[in-house]
């Protein structure tokens, strides 16, 4: 196979400048991963390693949720350097898709939630629980985070989870956490914490409307599952 240096390449099709002349939106996975990489090694250019790469995340989802440089610097080419870039760029887009949720947004029904909060959640290596404070129209007024680590009663206890709520005067929460597996159905202690939060609600006065399990691109709702 022979393999083409970028300064070898025509000026059109180098990644930099396709990027400049056509916006990002042009690029392929493997172009965008050739830029962050920015050099190769000796034979390879950064558009090889950047091959390589793309095929791994292709095969092994887990690593596009990484934050262990060692995952990337398996790869040859890519040292500590390159890796940070790359897991800087990777954290930059989640956090910036995150944050495109248009505030006061309505929920209506448990898609709503799950969309509010897939961008935040769906890439995470740990368990993260947030509660998502509702007015009485139903809509966001804020998403408070609760937790990290394994969701049990010594992790999230309901007095954490509704102290949010009683701070900024919230008239409901949209409970939510993720299962970095992808897979989000609910376990047991997921079970005995939703039915310790929804008692809670109602002695509190602070209704929960639905706990939402976060997986790859799905999730699961309670409240769809008759179980609220």
Known sequence: ?????IREMLPEER???RLLAKGPEALAITELLAILIGTGRKEHSALDIARELTGDLLKDARLART???RELT???GIGPAKAAVILAALELGRRLAGAETQPFQTIHCPEDG???VMPRLRYENHEHFL???LNSKGKVTGIEPISEGSLNASVVHPREAFAPALLHHAAAILAVHNHPSGDPTPSREDRS?????WDTGKVMGIPLVDHLII?????YSFKEHGLL
Do not use: F, K, N, S
């Open 215 to 219: 997986g790859d691109g799905v999730y």
């Open 131 to 133: 509660v998502v404070l």
């Open 193 to 197: 914490l939703t039915r310790t939060l």
């Open 74 to 76: 398996r790869i040859a």
């Open 67 to 69: 934050q262990d440089p």
């Open 15 to 17: 990644p930099r400048e």
């Open 1 to 5: 196979m022979t393999h083409y240096l």
């Open 114 to 116: 799950a969309m509010l």
